[in-house]
């Protein structure tokens, strides 16, 4: 089945639900689930946030997070991992062996609970940031492992690649403007760069040789447009064109011979100058001279310790038409930050669900229209690692 094509349905997806899980790390050998949450939402609801969000608040502000639709389904619970939870997941989650020790682990009545969750109208869709590169493996091993199945009709959406294809083609838009902008701004000005002047320069010479002037007296004449009256140009065929040349302002009650110029510095006498320190047997001390920067080149070796001066240098050579228009980075948190201003408690599986609904929501109908054509089904994932079954199976 190809990327994006719904299996068993030509129509549209109708449910999304937003994903998170909270678990014992990626780089574990079998990194169990602490806790899921997931919030299901039809697609009329999720197109709908905005609007709902001024009719039932005149006074709603437009940077405040949206409030979740009336009709929203949740699920959220928890499972002891049968595994030690390492000091750093318990500081990041808040979740340790001493608060989930009485919990059960996932076992084939959670994928039976999670099967049952998602009996809702379908095309479902799985939206999980970074789904596939953590939160669809995951689950799918889980899943494989207790019951042997995984899920099907189910499709699944990474909100990461829709934020960075997103905001790529915004960075395009924004460049582009930026280029319109700076060709007005030199149009206005005249005299932003050579190339924008050269039609000026060519429509002055040209007025100058028919009006029987020669080309050295060009400053004389008023064919070039001055930037103020204290400027002069001079421009000959065979130069290029230079800046302006301030005029020099005399006042004619002052003579020439009042213009003095300043007395010269005196230098000391060496014999009654004190000698220059010594240092140790009896040679001048040494000076500190400040040692020059080192500039990486394309050529220069990408695998130092200093990742930072590498990405520099990496754009030394390419200069980008806007000013510095940098990478943006594309975790769930900043995201969310450059979108409404605020931060959100993170790592607790609910609230980044709540968090990652919002940001969709934010987005509409871009978001809906890009999420129909790079759906991917949930059957095609491949688990984080292998079950007791798949082993024998091959």
């Known amino acids: 089945m190809a990327n994006g094509e719904i299996e068993g349905s030509p129509n549209k997806i109708q449910t999304f639900v937003f994903l998170d899980l909270e678990t014992l790390g990626f780089d574990e050998h079998k990194p169990r689930i602490l806790e899921i949450a997931m919030i299901a939402v039809s697609?009329?609801?999720?197109?709908?946030?905005?609007?709902?969000?001024y009719k039932n608040n005149p006074h709603y502000n437009k940077g405040d997070p949206l409030p979740l639709p009336r009709v929203c389904h949740k699920y959220s619970t928890l499972y002891y991992p049968r595994k030690f939870i390492h000091p750093t997941i318990e500081e990041i989650t808040g979740l340790s062996n001493y608060n989930l020790e009485h919990l059960k682990g996932f076992n084939k009545d959670s994928a039976t609970a999670i099967k049952l969750f998602l009996d809702l109208p379908s095309p479902v869709a799985f939206v999980a940031h970074n789904g596939h590169g953590f939160d669809f493996p995951i689950l799918k091993a889980e899943l494989l492992g207790v019951d042997g199945e995984s899920l099907e009709g189910v499709v699944c959406i990474d909100s990461l690649q829709f934020s960075r294809d997103f905001e790529k083609v915004d960075i395009e838009k924004i460049t582009e403007i930026a280029k319109e902008f700076l060709n007005e701004d030199c149009t206005n000005n005249n005299f932003c760069n050579t190339s924008s002047n050269s039609h000026v320069i060519e429509n002055g010479l040209s007025h100058v040789i028919e009006n029987g002037h020669s080309p050295s007296k060009l400053e004389?004449?008023?064919?070039?447009?001055?930037?103020?009256?204290?400027?002069?140009?001079?421009?000959?065929p065979q130069d290029n064109f230079q800046t302006p040349k301030k005029k020099l302002k005399l006042d004619s009650s002052k003579k020439m011979e009042d213009f003095q110029t300043p007395p010269r510095i005196k230098i000391e006498d060496s014999k009654n100058s004190p000698p220059p320190p010594r240092g140790k047997k009896g040679l001048p001390p040494p000076v500190n001279t400040p040692s020059p920067k080192k500039h990486l080149s394309e050529n220069a070796n990408v695998h130092n310790g200093n990742g930072s001066r590498v990405r520099k240098a990496l754009f030394l050579n390419k200069p980008l038409p806007f000013p510095e228009i940098k990478k943006k980075p594309f975790r769930q948190p900043h995201i969310y930050y450059r979108i409404y201003g605020q931060k959100y408690l993170a790592h607790r599986a609910e609230f980044d669900a709540e968090a990652l609904l919002r940001i969709c929501a934010y987005h509409g109908e871009d978001f809906v229209s890009w999420a129909d054509s790079n759906c991917s089904p949930f059957r095609s994932v491949i688990p984080k690692w292998k079950t007791r079954k798949t082993f024998l199976i091959k």
Do not use: G, Y
């Not at 004389?220 to 000959?236: G, K, L, V, Y």
């Open 220 to 236: 004389e004449t008023e064919a070039i447009p001055s930037c103020s009256t204290d400027t002069t140009f001079n421009i000959h």
């Open 43 to 53: 697609r009329e609801n999720l197109l709908s946030m905005k609007c709902q969000a």
